[in-house]
Nanobody, 120 residues
């Protein structure tokens, strides 16, 4: 059974940092492109960062314009985990953050997400 488990969210003041983790089981991340998505209340889920498949190297990354220069996606193939380092957080970054394949896999692959709340 494939399972993705996000963690690392929390409440932080504007300008602060958080590091999200996405641990996978039943799927090997390094053979897949992986993305971090977020969904704010009343808004559609959006892709904020992605990293290409990478067997031996780090992989290429892409970012939404709204997070470029502040967020960094990375992967640890040995731990089968993808991270999202979020710096200079803004109140508009408040959302539930999810990881998934990029593009997303079957609907059942979505995890529970991790809540990020940025106070002004």
């Amino acid at each position: 059974q494939v399972q993705l488990v996000e963690s690392g969210g929390g409440l932080v003041q504007a300008g602060g940092s958080l590091r999200l983790s996405c641990a996978a089981s039943g799927i090997v991340f390094r053979f897949n492109a992986v993305g971090w998505y977020r969904q704010a209340p009343g808004k559609q889920r959006e892709l904020v960062a992605s990293i290409t498949q990478s067997i031996t190297r780090a992989g290429n990354t892409n970012y939404a314009d709204s997070v470029k220069g502040r967020f960094t996606i990375s992967r640890d193939n040995a731990k089968n985990t993808v991270y999202l380092q979020m710096n200079s957080l803004k109140p508009e970054d408040t959302a539930v953050y999810y990881c998934n394949l990029a593009p997303p896999g079957p609907s059942g692959l979505w995890g529970q997400g991790t809540q990020v709340t940025v106070s002004s």
